[in-house]
């Protein structure tokens, strides 16, 4: 468990953060960096991209420090 925790958690935020700017950077008109910032679609994926990646990094964490602390 705290090799998850602490390696492939981390690891599986990033993916999805990475997926999430790649979804919002690309779109019908080929790729678009700036595309995510003039709202839409884009902006979604981006805001939706940080908030996912940034709860499962934060709640690894926590229950890491849960599990060091119960001496688990």
Same mark, same amino acid.
């Given at each position: =468990?705290? #090799?998850?925790? +602490?390696?492939? %958690?981390? $690891? !599986?935020?990033? !993916?999805?953060?990475?997926?999430?700017?790649?979804? *919002? =950077? %690309? @779109?019908? %008109?080929?790729?678009?960096?700036?595309? =995510?910032?003039?709202? @839409?679609?884009? #902006?979604?994926?981006?805001? /939706? @991209? $940080?908030?996912? *990646?940034?709860?499962?990094?934060?709640?690894? +964490?926590?229950?890491? $420090? =849960? #599990?060091? /602390? *119960? @001496? /688990?």
């Amino acid at each position: =468990m705290k #090799t998850y925790l +602490r390696i492939i %958690n981390p $690891l !599986v935020a990033l !993916v999805v953060l990475l997926l999430c700017l790649w979804a *919002s =950077m %690309n @779109g019908d %008109n080929g790729f678009q960096p700036l595309g =995510m910032l003039r709202g @839409g679609i884009p #902006t979604y994926f981006l805001a /939706k @991209g $940080l908030f996912c *990646s940034s709860a499962l990094f934060l709640m690894g +964490r926590i229950l890491l $420090l =849960m #599990t060091e /602390k *119960s @001496g /688990k």
